[in-house]
C-alpha cells in the first residue's frame, strides 16, 4: 500500500499547510528586516526631478535618514525572525507528528484486518461443516438411524456456528471501515482507469 495514500488525510493535509504556512512567515519576516522605500513617492515630495537630488545635500540627508531609521529596532526584527522560526520548527514538528501517528493508525487498522479476516474465514468454515451435520443428521432422523434429539443438537451447533460468523463478517466489516478512516478517504480510482471504465 503506497505511503502516498496519507496525503488525503484531513490531519496531515491540515498540519503541512501549517508547516507551509510557518516557512513563509519566517521569510516573510526576514524580508521585513529591510525597508521598503519607494524612490518615486519619496522624491516626488522633495524634488521635481532625481537630477535634484544629486544638487540638494538636504534631500540627500533625507534620504539617507529614512534609510536608516528602519535598521535601529534595538533587535526588534531579529526577535521576530526567531520566533517565526522557532514557529515554523513546531509545526514542521507537528506535521512529522502528525504523519507518525496516521502510519501507527493505519498499520493497526491493517493488523486488525487482518485478524479479523482469518477469524472470519475460519468461523465460515465452521458454519459450513456445521450446516453439513445439520444435513446429515436430518437424513439420518428420516431413515430412521437417528432421534429428533439429534437433529436438534445438530441445528442448534449449526445455527450457534451462523450467529459466530456474522459477528465475525461484521467485525471484519468493521475493521476495513477502520482502515478507510485511517486512510482518510480511501482508495481513489485514478482517471484514466475510470475513463476506461466507461468507455464501452
Do not use: C
Not at 496519507?6 to 499547510?17: G, V
Not at 536608516?68 to 526588534?76: E, N
Not at 520566533?83 to 502510519?103: D, G, H, K, M, N
Not at 451447533?157 to 471501515?177: F, Y
Request: hydrophobic share 45%; no cysteine; charged share 20%.
Amino acid at each position: 500500500m503506497p505511503s502516498t495514500l496519507l496525503a488525503s488525510r484531513p490531519d496531515i493535509r491540515a498540519a503541512e499547510a501549517r508547516m507551509r504556512a510557518a516557512r513563509l512567515q519566517v521569510e516573510a519576516v526576514r524580508a521585513a528586516k529591510f525597508p521598503l522605500i519607494s524612490l518615486t513617492g519619496a522624491l516626488g515630495q522633495q524634488s521635481g526631478a532625481l537630477g535634484d537630488l544629486l544638487t540638494s545635500p538636504g534631500r540627500i540627508w533625507t534620504l539617507a535618514l529614512g534609510l536608516s531609521a528602519p535598521l535601529l529596532d534595538f533587535g526588534r526584527a531579529d526577535a521576530r525572525t526567531d520566533q517565526a522560526r522557532s514557529q515554523a520548527i513546531q509545526a514542521q514538528l507537528a506535521y512529522e507528528q502528525a504523519v507518525l501517528t496516521a502510519f501507527r493508525e493505519v498499520s493497526d487498522a491493517l493488523a486488525s484486518l487482518d485478524h479479523t479476516r482469518h477469524i472470519e474465514a475460519a468461523l465460515l468454515a465452521q458454519r459450513d461443516a456445521s450446516a453439513a451435520a445439520a444435513r446429515v443428521s436430518r437424513v439420518r432422523y428420516e431413515g430412521g438411524y437417528a432421534g429428533w434429539l439429534e437433529v436438534l443438537d445438530a441445528e442448534r451447533t449449526a445455527n450457534t456456528a451462523e450467529q459466530a460468523w456474522v459477528q465475525a463478517r461484521q467485525a471484519r466489516l468493521s475493521a476495513t471501515i477502520d482502515l478507510i478512516k485511517a486512510l482518510g478517504s480511501g482508495w481513489t480510482t485514478p482517471a484514466n482507469q475510470t475513463d476506461a471504465a466507461r468507455t464501452p
